[in-house]
Structures are given as structure tokens and as C-alpha cells.
Nanobody
Framework: QVQLQVSGPGLVKPSQSLSVTCTVS??????????WAWIRQPPGKGLEWIGY???????YLSPSLKSRASISRDTAKNQYTLHLNSVTPEGAAVYCC???????????????WGPGTQVTATA
């Protein structure tokens, strides 16, 4: 059984950087052919796809966040991390990770999700 667990700072100040990490158990993030996605949901809004890193370390990011976001991974820890620079108050959201089996460039139907972590951006 694949499980994903998100960890993050909880609170960031606007203009600061944010890193949230997804720790995967029950399966390797290098196993073909899975894509490890990041999604967020701001309060009162729908899901927003941020991007993914593939089993072969290909990275795709949402055009709206591409200039400020990056994704990295640590295969030894079976983790992948979202880095978001210059966080704005609009960056406040629940950040979730998920396993995608098709490499969808957008919110897909994910079989496995990690419980999201709330990130608040406030001075």
C-alpha cells in the first residue's frame, strides 16, 4: 500500500520561500512509470495543479508558477520536495502530494494522495 505524507512549515511570510516535502512509503519514487505531483487548494477555491517530477526525474510545472517553483527529489529518503519562491498571500493553501499514473499536465485522477498540509502566508 502506497502512502504519502506531506510536511511543511505551516506559516511563511510573504516574499519568503516555501518548501514542502512529500515522503513516500510502500513504493519507490523511481519506479516506472509514475509521476509524483503537487497540488494545492486555496481557501474556498478549487484544486490547482502545481507540477510533477517523474520516475525518471522529468519535471513539468504549471505555467503560472513556473518562474517561482521547482521540484527536487531525494531518492535515498524516497522524498520529493516543492520549492516555491516569493510566496504571496495568495499562496496560502492546503498543499497535497499525489501519485499520478499518466503524467497529466493538470489535476488528474489520483489513486494515492497524501494528506495535505496547510500553509498560511502572513506577515
Amino acid at each position: 500500500q502506497v502512502q504519502l505524507q506531506v510536511s511543511g512549515p505551516g506559516l511563511v511570510k510573504p516574499s519568503q520561500s516555501l518548501s514542502v516535502t512529500c515522503t513516500v512509503s510502500g513504493g519507490s519514487i523511481t519506479t516506472s512509470s509514475y509521476y509524483w505531483a503537487w497540488i494545492r487548494q486555496p481557501p474556498g477555491k478549487g484544486l490547482e495543479w502545481i507540477g510533477y517530477i517523474s520516475y525518471s526525474e522529468d519535471i513539468y510545472l504549471s505555467p503560472s508558477l513556473k518562474s517561482r517553483a521547482s521540484i527536487s527529489r531525494d531518492t535515498a529518503k524516497n522524498q520529493y520536495t516543492l520549492h516555491l519562491n516569493s510566496v504571496t498571500p495568495e499562496g496560502a493553501a492546503v498543499y497535497c502530494c499525489a501519485r499520478d499514473e499518466s503524467g497529466t499536465l493538470g489535476v488528474g485522477g489520483y489513486e494515492y494522495w497524501g494528506p495535505g498540509t496547510q500553509v498560511t502566508a502572513t506577515a
